[in-house]
């Protein structure tokens, strides 16, 4: 009697091919600020926040800040919402189902990241203590580390939440401590509350997520050198040298294991070992078969060889794969400096320098700044890659 | 009798297809009918909550804060409605509200709840007051009354609070506590005559996928 092969393939197949599942796509052009608005409207929901945030750093570069509240706001709330029963999380804890089938909020350095930027444009829009809250919930979002030297220890948050606290009247010397205590080598200025114009500065491409293990299981951090080490403000006659106070990708490399990790672990050593019987059942059922003249014999092995198909098939389906999606226009590191400045109008540059102190001067950026009070905070944003000259 | 494997592949190859309508059924697409819009009461607690600030909240402080305002003699007991300012609430907790929002409910409430009892100042709309009261004085525009009189109310109170917060993140959860504090002080005296508080403590755990 006649084996009957062809069906069981096409089963096959057509139960691999059921499985899948297709995702909407949108064609990327490569400018941030096409390619974000257009994947926030049409592309797949669970990566509408990693289209927020990387909208919204490249608003802000800019100096479209509307564009940047708009984004980060609609960000924060999906952040704040992630508790309780969440189906694309379920997904993601599934065997036959990447990470990256969960809503993306990102990892905790890009959850503070994107509080850290909110907290300066509200800042900016003169709400202090919801900048304040802000830089509270970027050292909230990178408590839980695995070390807890690592725990919370962004630089420029606490800084920043002390220097707001004094600025609305309380004592914000317990921040500052902190801050100084976390601050590696530099050494923070005190604070001026005559100081009104706020310079928040970032440089150098930020850390980037990619896989390793046998499957892709594992969540690796590659992070790059930086061409620009540290910036110098100009201001009329005033001449600021500005150390970096934070390095984003330390802070993306130091948070230790994850609970993630453990299940897509778990994956891993399932596909593997459904392989592995995979592969024994069906050279040791096609063996058999092959070796015995006895019908049932035969039947027997060609059973076994079915079941290790499928076997092979469950591991095929099996997905350890990591979630590297990655809000790739982070920078390197965060800096910030305050002076005092007396109304009117005034010109600022920043030079950016490489680890020599020269300046790179096709990074150079201009600000024209009008200080409409001297008791009113100008807040000013200036990336190596923003755009140049801005009015603020 | 029928071979073992022609007995296996029979059922196998049905399972196979319907596997494959159903993955084609539904793959890609969520809630493929929609979702209705839900109406919520403001004081109940939605299907979409985290363990901050929420309208259940703004609502059962506001509530407590307006129902506690009015017992105080000061207000109870005057002979003309006492005049209100309402300044900006400090937000010192971890979560960027809108902070008018418990200030603008308490005014409504009472304004709604105890109408004549307090009079609220629109301090915040002075620039469009002074500019229509010079408008009356220049002439430009009728005026009711002498424009030259004024009757830009004082103060005798100001509504203000602070909303004060502790958070906790292990391995268990995460935790907030959240203290909502509102008094009111005399203008002339700068004594706090009324001041009453709310807490409010959430606690949550996120799905293993973000831990």
Redo the contacts between chains.
Sequence with gaps: ?K??WQ??L???L??V????????QVALTGNVLVDGPNAIANGP?RDRVLWQYRTAAAAMRQGNFGLARQQLDDA?RTL???????????K??SYFHG?DK?TF?GEPYERSMAYIY??II?WMDG?R??????F??AE?ED??AENREYAGDWVLPDYLDGLATAK?GGDGMDAFKRAQSLARGVKLPPYNLKANTLVFLEFGPGPAKFAGGQYGEELHIRTVPSPVTSARIGVDSLRIPVAPTDDVSFQASTRGG???DH?LGNKAVFKSTTDTIGNVALIGGIATAAASRD??TQ??G??IA?AGLVSKVVSAATTPAADTRTWDNLPHYLSFACFPLPAGPHVLTVEFLDPSGRALANLTKTINLNITAADRDKVVFVSDSSATPQTL | MKPLFAKICVPLCGVAVAAFFAGCASSGVKNPSGVPVTHMNADEQGFVAGTGVESQDLVHVADKMARSILDIPQIANASTAPTVVLQPVDNQTRFPINKDIFLTRIRAQLNSKARGKVMFLARNQMEALEKERNLKREGAVTASANPMVQEFKGADYFLTGSLQGISTRTAAGTSDYILYDFHLIDARTSGIVWEDSAEIKKQGLEDAAYR
Excluded at chain 1, 129 to 134: E, I, P, T, V
């Design positions: 009697m084996t009957p069906p069981t096409l089963a096959m057509l139960i091919a059921g499985c899948a599942t297709p995702t909407s929901p924060i704040g919402g992630i508790y309780g029963n969440d189906p694309g999380a379920r993601a804890r990470e969960k909020i909110r907290g509200y709400e203590d919801n900048a304040r809250a802000c509270r919930s909230f408590s839980d609305l994850r609970v993630m299940i019908q049932t039947e027997i060609l059973g079915l």
